[in-house]
């Protein structure tokens, strides 16, 4: 029986996809993995599960996080490193890759639109392991191409403006308002009063001298 994914809403045109089947890493480990990696960037999604394998970053476990022990400098409380499960992933998102070259998309700007980790068929160990169950997990993916935003010439510092452009996009026109006129101040002249009491003085003394 063919395995179905569970995007519905799958472009052929605009979207690459990949499908791991039977694969043998943990549910659960691939569950959390695709929590974390889902609306990533492609790339970053590669390199965030080979710092993983690394042992530089860990995976936040949400829900599988019985007697999970914390992370430091995190940011996040339980996490661990999935190194089988990481390895597995990580070739199935490079042949993500590899498909969206050959539909001519952009593959250094895929964004993962969807990440589905799925319990697969009941596989039996053999051998001395009889009767035991082995791991099997389906998992998919399915990215997509986004454009990256464009530049507008007028949100750009002018050191970063090249010279050609500079010269294609019009000066600021500065519009000179004009000076307006000083209200001429009149000042009145004094007045000068006749004092007719002190000739009247002047001439009663000079009497009196006499």
């Not at 519905?8 to 039977?22: E, L, R």
């Not at 974390?36 to 710092?51: F, P, Q, R, S």
């Amino acid at each position: 029986m063919a395995f179905k994914g569970s995007f519905q809403a799958y472009d052929s045109k605009t979207m690459a996809k990949v499908v791991g089947t039977h694969l043998p890493i943990s549910s659960k480990n691939s569950r959390e993995i695709a929590r974390v990696i889902a609306g990533m960037n492609l790339d970053a999604a590669i390199k965030y599960l080979e710092d993983v394998m690394d042992k530089k970053r860990a995976v936040p476990y949400k829900r599988y996080n019985r007697d999970t022990p914390h992370r430091k400098g995190n940011g996040f409380g339980a996490g661990r490193f999935p190194n089988k499960s990481s390895m597995f992933i990580i070739n199935l998102l490079k042949s993500l890759k590899a498909n969206a070259s050959d539909k001519s998309l952009d593959s250094d700007n895929l964004q993962i639109v969807h990440v589905a980790a799925q319990r697969g068929s009941v596989l039996w160990h053999y051998g001395r392991l009889r009767g035991r169950r082995r791991k099997c997990t389906h998992f998919e993916a399915i990215a997509k191409a986004i454009d990256k935003p464009k530049k507008d010439v007028k949100t750009m510092d002018k050191k970063a403006i090249p010279k050609e452009i500079k010269e294609k996009v019009s000066p600021e026109v500065k519009v000179e308002k004009p000076a307006q006129k000083k209200e001429e101040i009149k000042v009145a002249a004094p007045k000068v009063e006749n004092k007719p009491a002190l000739k009247k003085k002047e001439n009663a003394t000079v009497e009196n001298k006499k």
